[in-house]
Nanobody
Framework: QVQLVESGGGLVQAGGSLRLSCAAS????????MGWYRQAPGKQRELVAG???????NYGDSVKGRFTISRDNAKNTVYLQMNSLKPEDTAVYYC??????????WGRGTQVTVSS
């Protein structure tokens, strides 16, 4: 049974920072690509950042230069450091892990709210 549990969301003022964490359990992690998606009300879920088992990263255009994804394989945890937050970053953020060639495992999400 694979389980992903996000934490670290909350309310922050514009320009502030938050760090999200995703703890993974089950037969997963060190060999799985991991990622963060987000979904704002009325919008489609979008990729925020991804990281391969080897540490290569990619980011959505709207967060490049502000967000950083990282992983600690010893702790089975992936992080999302979010700096210079904007009100448009407000969304539910979901942790995801690859299942084969697609992101097939999902956490329940954590709310991030950025006030102006």
């Amino acid at each position: 049974q694979v389980q992903l549990v996000e934490s670290g969301g909350g309310l922050v003022q514009a320009g502030g920072s938050l760090r999200l964490s995703c703890a993974a359990s089950g037969s997963i992690f060190s060999t799985n690509a991991m990622g963060w998606y987000r979904q704002a009300p009325g919008k489609q879920r979008e990729l925020v950042a991804g990281i391969t088992s080897g540490g290569s990263t990619n980011y959505g255009d709207s967060v490049k230069g502000r967000f950083t994804i990282s992983r600690d394989n010893a702790k089975n945890t992936v992080y999302l450091q979010m700096n210079s937050l904007k009100p448009e970053d407000t969304a539910v953020y979901y942790c995801t892990a690859a299942r084969g060639s697609v992101f097939g495992y999902w956490g329940r999400g954590t709310q991030v709210t950025v006030s102006s």
